[in-house]
T-cell receptor, first 109, second 115 residues
Framework: GQSLEQPSEVTAVEGAIVQINCTYQ??????LSWYQQHDGGAPTFLSY????GLEETGRFSSFLSRSDSYGYLLLQELQMKDSASYFC??????????FGKGTTLSVSS | ETGVTQTPRHLVMGMTNKKSLKCEQH?????MYWYKQSAKKPLELMFV???????ENNSVPSRFSPECPNSSHLFLHLHTLQPEDSALYLC??????????????FGPGTRLTVL
């Protein structure tokens, strides 16, 4: 079957670095996406990895290892505004995105 | 207007009511989606339209009925809903046609409460 696992909660302080992991089980895997959702807001696309390795976009980076069915989102120089839920989502053949349950990140001063 | 818009933002309805949710995208995308988001649960895909054709229906109860009259508009018609249908309903669009839209742009959602 299909499944995604990510931690339910992560806490960190301003200026720190945090890594949110995502492991998946699926068939016909194309790639892994990450979305951010602030409380009461809409999910916002952050990144997409189709190939192994690290993709960097400003303070956020995303990593994928296809052989390990594993990826992570790395957030650097954390700011209070980064407090949100972060979802990994698998892009696979024949069906639309499958989302994980989300990780709630709380950043404190 | 830009992006993906949804109306209404909040809706309270009784179990015998009929209502419709509206989604409009101004991005020139060819694929549109309806999702349900309940507390503490992952986003659940309901329907996918690609080039105005329904390409996926994830075993959604018939009390939810989608309509895509053109590539910019998507509706979700609701009738005889149950209290457990109370949730945030999100619309999304993608520049990637077909079901595997990896980069999706979401609207703000409609918060639905069924009494």
């Amino acid at each position: 079957g299909q499944s995604l696992e990510q931690p339910s909660e992560v806490t960190a302080v301003e200026g720190a670095i945090v890594q949110i992991n995502c492991t998946y089980q699926t068939s016909g895997f194309y790639g892994l996406s990450w979305y951010q959702q602030h409380d009461g807001g809409a999910p916002t696309f952050l990144s997409y990895n189709a190939l192994d390795g690290l993709e960097e976009t400003g303070r956020f980076s995303s990593f994928l290892s296809r052989s390990d069915s594993y990826g992570y989102l790395l957030l650097q120089e954390l700011q209070m505004k980064d407090s949100a839920s972060y979802f990994c989502a698998v892009n696979q053949a024949g069906t639309a995105l499958i989302f994980g349950k989300g990780t709630t990140l709380s950043v404190s001063s | 207007e830009t992006g993906v818009t949804q109306t209404p933002r909040h809706l309270v309805m009784g179990m015998t009511n009929k209502k419709s949710l509206k989604c409009e995208q101004h991005l020139g995308h060819n694929a549109m989606y309806w999702y349900k988001q309940s507390a503490k649960k992952p986003l659940e895909l309901m329907f996918v339209y690609s080039l105005e054709e329904r390409v996926e229906n994830n075993s959604v109860p018939s009390r939810f009925s989608p309509e895509c009259p053109n590539s910019s508009h998507l509706f979700l018609h609701l009738h005889t809903l149950q209290p457990e249908d109370s949730a945030l309903y999100l619309c999304a669009s993608s520049p990637h046609t077909g079901t595997s839209g990896r980069e999706q742009f979401f609207g703000p959602g409609t918060r639905l409460t069924v009494l």
